[in-house]
Nanobody, 130 residues
Framework: VQLVESGGGLVQPGGSLRLSCAVS????????IGWFRQAPGKDREGVVC????????YYGDSMKGRFTMLSDKSKNMVYLQMNNLQPEDTAVYYC????????????????????????WGQGTQVTVSS
């Protein structure tokens, strides 16, 4: 599966942004699919993912509320809607898929900030600054 992100850029604090991820190679519904981010000097962390096993949505710690994952099955695309962005949200955002048999997405949550997806896009930079 191949993933290509787009939509990053510069946004002011309090603003919104929607990232897009074009998925190719297989329908995204066949796998776990999600969004991660990595800020400068910090570890990569999960933002939100959808389980390929049960279709459930799982959020990284403190991500629920401002981040929403959307999808369009007809276009084989997923999106990350980000609202009320703050400077600490500045990071490279990655779209990722889990093509393994393990349902790692379902482990994402409080106390588990990262789960090992095995297919990654190149990332798109989001900068929140006035």
């Amino acid at each position: 599966v191949q993933l290509v992100e787009s939509g990053g850029g510069l946004v002011q604090p309090g603003g919104s942004l929607r990232l897009s991820c074009a998925v190719s190679g297989s329908p995204f519904t066949e796998h776990g699919i999600g969004w991660f981010r990595q800020a400068p000097g910090k570890d990569r962390e999960g933002v939100v993912c959808i389980s390929g096993r049960d279709g459930g949505t799982y959020y990284g710690d403190s991500m629920k509320g401002r981040f929403t994952m959307l999808s369009d099955k007809s276009k084989n695309m997923v999106y990350l809607q980000m609202n009320n962005l703050q400077p600490e949200d500045t990071a490279v955002y990655y779209c990722a898929a889990d093509t393994s048999a393990a349902d790692v997405c379902s482990f994402l949550g409080p106390g588990i900030p990262f789960v090992p997806f095995n297919s990654w896009g190149q990332g798109t930079q989001v900068t929140v600054s006035s």
